[in-house]
């Protein structure tokens, strides 16, 4: 793990907070297992917990101060419950109560150190331009009144002209410099800025022509995965290359295409979750688990963290992972404004993942 800045030796076993803001007030909780891989990733940093693997996301705009204190409380229930790794962006709008919140938890003891905690935050598509990527992360870390976070992603494949804005409007899109962007990343990890650099959203292409020029290859690839979008052609390319996988909307996440939620309203998971005594939830999270992967989930509600946790002393059975592996495939998160299509210029999605959606 020497190209992860000096995280050799800490512990595999991670607990994870994903700080976000949507209007629905949920933070999120995630973890990453342990992992049966054809080659192990050696450039994944681990931060240490207590138990278990999971990362807490703050993935709620933070456009008012009473969002702004609710996401600050979540984390620092979240910290209390035993959440050691956040996962946050700049265009989240979540980055200052977060930092706060890590802040107060000092303070008031909750945490010994900064060391304790594993902070993920994430560069937005306005700034995807070579000269604005250190500036950026400095902002970042103003934000969070930190020295470095332990991963930093390009959040989306793309670059927009114009301010930061959410969603991006498809004419001020142009092509990203994949070489130049990933220069300056590489920059903010050999300045300690950052203990690892990464991606978000990058399909098998956009790795290509990233690892085509990387001195420091991407630790992290984060991307929407979970039992109703199981992306197995990426997941197994990452595996071959050493990049470890992390899934945002583990749970299906919210209703981007108004029909309804894929992975909370299985049938498939729901008689699997009955005949096992545990929640949907729970089935979804633990067989991302068991696929090696780092998942990210939202909660506001201390009692759905800790369920979210109680998914290591158990596991699938086999007949459980057949069912699941039959689920129809069907991506959801998508923009209003169709910038990152399934088929448009910027997709986010394999052609080889289509292969497998549902009609």
């Avoid at 598509?125 to 020295?147: G, I």
């Avoid at 633990?286 to 998942?295: A, D, L, P, S, Y």
Wanted: hydrophobic share 40%.
């Amino acid at each position: 793990m020497a190209q992860a800045g000096g995280t050799r030796g800490r512990a595999r076993c991670q607990k994870v907070l994903q700080i976000s803001g949507d209007r629905n007030l949920r933070a999120a909780s995630a973890w990453q297992p342990r992992r049966r891989r054809r080659r192990r990733c050696r450039r994944w940093p681990c931060a240490r917990a207590t138990r278990g693997r999971c990362r807490w996301s703050a993935w709620a705009r933070c456009s008012s101060p009473l969002v702004h204190e609710a996401t600050k409380n979540a984390v620092l229930a979240a910290i209390e419950v035993g959440f050691r790794h956040f996962d946050t962006a700049f265009m989240y709008g979540t980055e200052k109560p977060l930092g706060e919140a890590v802040a107060e938890a000092l303070r008031r003891g909750l945490l010994q150190s900064r060391e304790e905690l594993f902070v993920t935050s994430k560069l937005w598509c306005s700034q995807n331009h070579p000269d604005l990527v250190l500036p950026s992360l400095r902002d970042t870390l103003k934000n969070l009144q930190m020295e470095y976070v332990d991963l930093y992603l390009i959040h989306w494949p793309v670059c927009v002209n114009g301010p930061p804005r959410f969603p991006s409007k498809k004419e001020d899109a142009v092509p990203l410099d994949f070489e130049g962007v990933w220069r300056a990343m590489e920059e903010c990890q050999r300045l300690g800025l950052a203990k690892a650099i990464g991606v978000s959203n990058f399909t098998t292409k956009h790795l290509d022509r990233v690892l085509a020029v990387a001195t420091i290859p991407p630790a992290v690839n984060q991307v929407e995965l979970n039992p109703a979008w199981q992306q197995r052609t990426l997941r197994a390319y990452c595996a071959d290359r050493g990049i470890h996988v992390a899934a945002y909307s583990p749970l299906g996440g919210q209703n981007w295409d108004g029909q309804g939620n894929a992975v909370l309203d299985s049938v498939v998971l729901a008689e699997i979750a009955k005949a096992r005594g545990k929640t949907v939830a729970q089935v979804a999270l633990r067989w991302t688990h068991e696929q090696g992967v780092t998942c990210i989930v939202k909660s506001y509600n201390k009692e759905r963290l800790k369920q979210n946790l109680e998914i290591f002393d158990w596991e699938l059975t086999e007949e459980d992972r057949l069912k699941i592996s039959q689920i129809p495939q069907r991506k959801v998160v998508q923009t209003s404004s169709g910038l990152f299509s399934e088929e448009g210029e910027f997709t986010s999605v394999d052609p080889a993942e289509l292969n497998n959606v549902e009609e």
